[in-house]
């Protein structure tokens, strides 16, 4: 290649923005989730020690959180993932529920995490548990980075939570609005209908 060929370099990561919803309202900076997310995983270390740990990511949405989550955790960590989704398109309200256990997990006699993005309704995430439980773990808890208790309908809580808000639709740090937005750095809130 010769030097009037050469492609100019990338620009750093940090200067790259990702494009934010019309109207939103950043809820929690990136400094903050990090911050968060450190809390979270010295919580989980202080419960397991250095017990090995069956982390069990709820795609899509959960998997930003895990990711981030994993790397702070110092015990042995083995990694599985469920598929579970309640929103269609460009819904902001659940419904039919759709749970996928990968076939392969195997949690007979070990601790599962399971990590997801937001705890809301709670009826994806009890699914997801109850499923779970039937395979025979030593112990069964929940992470969740956004709790929603207001939107609860299911008897279900956290064991780790990072943050909770009210009734609002947030995008962001892996949670989406029609599989958009998931790639920002913060967590914003959608004005009432949007998300265009």
Known sequence: MTAGSRRAPAPPFATL???YPPGSQTLFT???IRE???RLASEIRAVYGREELTVVAVLHGGLVFAADLMRRLDMPVRLGVAL???YRGGATEPGELQVQMHPGLDVAGRHVLLVDDILD???TLLRLRDSIRAMDPRSVRLATLVDKPSRRVAPLHADFTGF???DLFIVGYGLDWNERYRNLPDIVALP???GR
């Open 30 to 32: 990136g400094d903050e």
């Open 192 to 194: 009432p209908g949007g």
């Open 17 to 19: 923005r990702p494009e």
């Open 36 to 38: 968060a997310v450190e």
């Open 121 to 123: 309704t709670g009826r």
């Open 84 to 86: 579970a989704s309640s």
């Open 164 to 166: 909770t808000i009210p």
